[in-house]
C-alpha cells in the first residue's frame, strides 16, 4: 500500500516534468514518445480508482501547463501593466481549465480500461479531447502534444492526412503500446485478444514508413514547381514604444532602411513581407504611406505586405469598427490588396462576452476593441494567391486550410511576438506554424517583430530563423504549390471529431455495461 502511495503522489510531478522537456525552446522532443507512460501505468493499474486516476490528471496538468504557460504573466503584468494580484490568479486559471482535460481524459480512461484496450482508446479520447479544447470558448490549441515534433519533418508527414492531431494519435498510441508491451515482459495480463494490438502495432508502423516516403516524394515535386523569391523583415521595435506617435517616423524610416538593405542583397525579391502592425497607424489616411511609395516604385514587380490597423465605417455608417489588417502595397505604392484577421485574441484584441462583464473595462484598459475579419479569401499578388494569417491564427488548422482551400499556393504569418518576452512562447508559437505548412503542402514565411522570423518548406524544414529581439532581414525562394491535400479537402477537424465521437460511444457503451452488470448482480 505504501508504494502505491508513493508511486500516485511521484507520477503527476513526473509526467508533467519530462512534458515540459518536450516543449519547444526546451526541445527534449523525443521523450513525448513515452512522457505519458508513468500516468497511463497508473491509469492501467485496476488497484486506482478512476476518482484518484482523475486527480493525478489534473496535478499532472497544473505542473504542465502552468510552466508551459508561464508567459501569461509577462503578457498581462509587463505590457497589460495588470498588478500581481491579477496575473498570478490568471496564470492559475488558465492552467487550471487546460488541466481539466488530462483531468477528464484520466478518469475515463481508468473507467474503461476493462471496456476496450488502453491503446485504441487513449489516443481516440486525448484527440477527440484535444479537438474540444480547439474549439471551446473560441478555442486555445496551444501546444497539443504534435507540436513537440515540429523539428523533426521525418516524423510529421502524416500531417496530410489527418493534420497535427494524426501525429498526436500516434504519440499517445506509441505511450500505450509501451505500457502494453511492459505488461507482457513482466508476466502480467496484457490484452486478450490479439488482434485489437496487432492492428495498433501495424498502424503505427504504417504511418512510420508513410512519413519518410511522403517526404521524399514531395520533395521530388519541390523541384519541379514554380518559386516566389520572398523576403522578410524584422524591425525589433519595443513594445512598449511601439505605438507612441512621436516614434511613428522612426519605426517606419527602420523598416525602410532594413528592406533597402534586403534589397539590394537579393534584387530579385517578389514580396517583401513586414510583421503584425508593423506600421503603427492607420495606412489608409497617414502622409507617411509616400516613404513607402519611393520604396515600392524604385523595384518594378516587387509589393510590400505590411501589418497596419484599420478602421471603417460598420455597413449602417453610424459606428467606426477596428481591425487589425494586412496590406498589400504594390509597385505603384497603391493597396492593392487586404486581409483583416479574423480569429482575435480574447482579452487581448477584445473583450468576451464585454456587455455581461463590463468589470473587466478597468482591469485591462490596454486591450484593443478590434472587429474580427470576415473573408478567407487569400490576397493576390501577381496573379499568385497568398494565404495570410496574422499572430496566433496561426496555432487555428482551419485558418490555413479555408485559405489552402480557397486557392492560396503560399501562406505567409505576420506576428508580434514581443508579447512573451525571453520565454518559450516564440518557440511554442513557431512550432505550430510548421504544422500549417506540412498539412497544407505551402510554403510558409513568417516575419514577426522581435523574432521569431524564417521560412518554412512544404515539408516542415525551417530554415534562416532569426534571433530573438535583434533586427534581422532574409529572402528564400519559396515553392508555389497548388496542390491540396486529404487534410485540406477534409477539413481541419474532420479526424479530432471523428475521434470524439469514437471516444464518446465507447464511454455510452462502457455506461450501458456496467449498468447491465448491475442489473444481473442485483437479480
Known sequence: MKSINTKFIL??????????LTSPGIGFASLAWFALVPLLALIRSPRITAGKACVVGFATGMIYFTFLLSWITIVLGHYGHLPLWITIP???????????????????????????????????????????RNRAFSGFPWMDLAYTQ????????????AGHHGVTFLIVMVNCLIIEFSYGMNGRKRTQRPWPLIAAVALVLLAMVYSPWRYREINNQLAKNPT???????????????????????????YLSLSRRQLAASPETDLLIWPETALPFYLQ????????????????????????????????GTEIRYYNSAFLIDDQGLINDRYDKRHLVPFGEYIPMKPLLPFLGPLVESVGDFTPGTSHLPIIHNTTPIGVLICFESIFPELARTQSEAGAKLLVNLTNDAWFGLSGAPWQHLSMAVFRAVENRRGLARAANTGISGFIDPLGNLSQLSPLFADFSATSTLPVMAEKTFFTFLGGHYFGFICLCLATIICVYDGYLRKKRIIIIHA
Do not use: C
Open 228 to 254: 516566389m523569391s520572398v523576403g522578410i523583415i524584422q524591425g525589433n521595435i519595443a513594445q512598449g514604444q511601439k505605438w507612441r506617435p512621436e516614434i511613428q517616423l522612426e519605426t517606419l524610416d527602420k
Open 150 to 161: 515540429y523539428s523533426h519533418p521525418f516524423l510529421i508527414q502524416v500531417a496530410d492526412l
Open 90 to 132: 490568471a496564470l492559475i486559471a488558465l492552467a487550471s481549465y487546460m488541466s481539466l482535460y488530462p483531468a477528464i481524459f484520466s478518469y475515463l480512461t481508468a473507467r474503461t480500461r476493462d471496456t476496450v484496450p488502453l491503446f485504441w482508446f487513449a489516443p481516440l479520447l486525448w484527440v477527440g479531447l484535444d479537438a474540444l
Open 285 to 316: 489616411t497617414s502622409s507617411l504611406t509616400k516613404f513607402i511609395r519611393v520604396l515600392t516604385e524604385a523595384h518594378p514587380d516587387l509589393a510590400v505586405l505590411t501589418g497596419a490597423p484599420r478602421h471603417a465605417l460598420d455597413p449602417s
Open 11 to 20: 507520477i503527476a510531478p513526473l509526467t508533467g516534468g519530462i512534458l515540459l
